[in-house]
């Protein structure tokens, strides 16, 4: 194994070259701009055979990725932030087409305020779209991912989009050793894509009809059951992904410590090496906690939630969007699933690091710290109430 | 016909120069051509679940993203080294090309993709219920542009987007109407033997929103042509190079009258005036491409 | 109700499972007198449902009224006036 030291986004594009994708479609937004600057010089190079359209908004760069993808081509995209949001409809247009687009998201927060910083509003944002969401950890999780997002997306009994979450500049722009595989053995795990239905003259079929109200709603359940039965899917890959390369980051979920725990932090991306390192330390002075990683956002892990967590005293859901009127996503996602399961803990939930305050394992300690003196249905952690105006209308 | 690609059953109401001009374009353009359409009446009455009314490879995505998927299409069958396989239209209404769809328009024509883009011009939002969009013309009612105490109908010219085209290098430029069909069938040939980006932008009445009767269709899109109105006209290379000339031009009320969305401009008092800005618009295209 | 396919994928033409014919009032006559076999009619239907042969009395022009939705257009375009509208009886 050669570890190479690599910025995150130059290790994404590096293993998209590997992934051969026949299309590549994108528009600039900060910090997604060095993963496409690095396709870009592949494909001036020609070290990378693959046609690159540089289109004039982020909707167009979607859309090209749909029309390549339905007339046969292995397509790819990058964006965050505003530019996920100026895709969303398109999004859901490519998934109920079963269309097996691989996009990076470089999460970053949504402007009002403008900020280039990370959260994870932006891909939260996608939950109902028909995509399949995974969240890397680190920079090697979300060069695996990639490599596996195809391999998930592709497959006959799935055939559907995937969106890579990987946290803006905390992933992109650092730096770690990691491996990226060879072309080889890329090649040998990722077969060509060869898709049944595209738009070719040799067999003239219509994509894209309307549906009325008798057909709609089967269109739509068939749509969720496939995303539903792709958790085989992606655990499979993963597993099938140890097998050729050695490295497993978990299937729909990591457990990290969790067998004996009686508190589980939980949480997506990058959070999640910051919460192993606490934890660790934790359990050196006798404390038994452990980390719930949500790798695969949607489809959602629910049985996998329910077997780690229904006999913990405590689950702390940390996570980095929020649903405005209303609170947590995640935590409430995750109680939904509790819920039902008639052994309920008691799952406090923060959120933490919006538009890109870091979250330092003081800032997990403090986390865990409070929830272990009180019971805490939202907080906002760090919220700096010395800024904060007497009166919201003023 | 039954060679006909588009294929007989589809919901176009009685007398739509739209399917027409669709019928039209598909028989000069023959099989071997990948559609992009827009979200549109188009879309609506080809493409109801589970049946399709297009004989050729077809696809809708939404309602602005037409050129942008066609690019998609036409970047993927280069690079799948299917380029002969098929030409690439990327089609749609005046407001799904022209207004919501421009900027992909706009991209798809700069980067030089080899597409024949076709807006079919009805000069309103029809498939919603005939609201104005940038390709309504001066005067017209529509549903959003109602004339009133204070109003004369549609405040604007038509947006000119032959000339747009022009303006992004864009190598053929044609525009055509259905009872001109021999010639739209040239422009459609003749478009699709060069490379790289094309537009034509066809005219095609709307009874429905027109408000004229169905049978009319081919009479309203001719008088368009006599009166000046809509020239028809190729600009290649940014020269203009062929005109549909008129033999003798008509005062454009004989266009208007047939029409109940011009009804307004007729016996009211200060119509005159309204009138003769839409003479001088159809006087002043006849100059400027040279039409009488 | 059939079963729905891949991604409502439908197949090419298949709108002709349609009858648009019964959304008529009125229908087309050719009185195969003057035809003089122009196949105006045919090219301007929007229905793309004209079809025949043939000129004057040899003419065999017509409608296929499943789907003819009796727009009236192939009668005012008729250059000899050989097409009339005449009432739909059902």
Known sequence: MTLEVLEGSKAVSDVIGLCKPDVISAYPITPQTHIVENLSEMVADGKLKAEYIRVESEHSAASACLGASLTGARTYTATTSQGLLLMLEVLYNISALRLPVVLTCANRAISSPLNIWCDHQDAITLRDTGWIQLFAEDIQEAVDMHIQAYKIGEDKRVMLPVVISMDGFLLTHTFEPVEVPSEEDVDRFLPKYNPKYFLTTKNPMTFGSFAEPDKYMEARYILNEVLNQSKVVIAEVARDFKDAFGRFGGDLVEEYNTKDADIVLVGMGSIISTMKEVTDELRKRNNRIGVLKIRSFRPFPDKEIVSCLKDKKKVIVVEKAISLGFGSILASEIKSVLYNSGAAPRVDSFIAALGGRDISKETINKIIEKSMTEKVDLEFVDLNRDILPEDFSE | MSDNILASGHTACAGCGEALGIKLILNAAGPNIIVANATGCSEIFSSRYPESAWGIPWVHSLFENTAAVASGIEAALKVLGRESEANVIAQGGDGGMADIGFGALSGMFERGHNILAITLDNEAYMNTGVQRSGLTPLGARTTTSPPGELSWGNITPKKDMPQIAVAHGVSYVATATVAYFKDLEKKIKKALTIKGPKYIQVLVPCPLGWQHDPSLTIRVSKLAVETCIYPLIEIENGKLTNVVKVTSKKPVEEYLKLQGRYKHLFGREGANEHLAKIQAIADENAKRYGLV | ?90
């Open chain 3, 1 to 90: 109700m059939a079963k729905l396919t891949f991604a409502l994928i439908s197949k090419p033409a298949s709108s002709r499972a349609n009858k648009t014919g019964s959304w008529r009032v009125y229908k087309p006559r050719w009185k195969h007198d003057k035809c003089v076999g122009c196949r105006l009619c045919d090219i301007v239907c929007p229905e793309g449902c004209v079809s025949g042969t043939g000129k004057k009395k040899e003419s065999t022009m017509n409608a296929d009224f499943i789907y003819c939705k009796g727009c009236g257009i192939c009668a005012k375009e008729c250059p000899v006036k050989d097409i009339e509208m005449i009432m739909e009886v059902k």
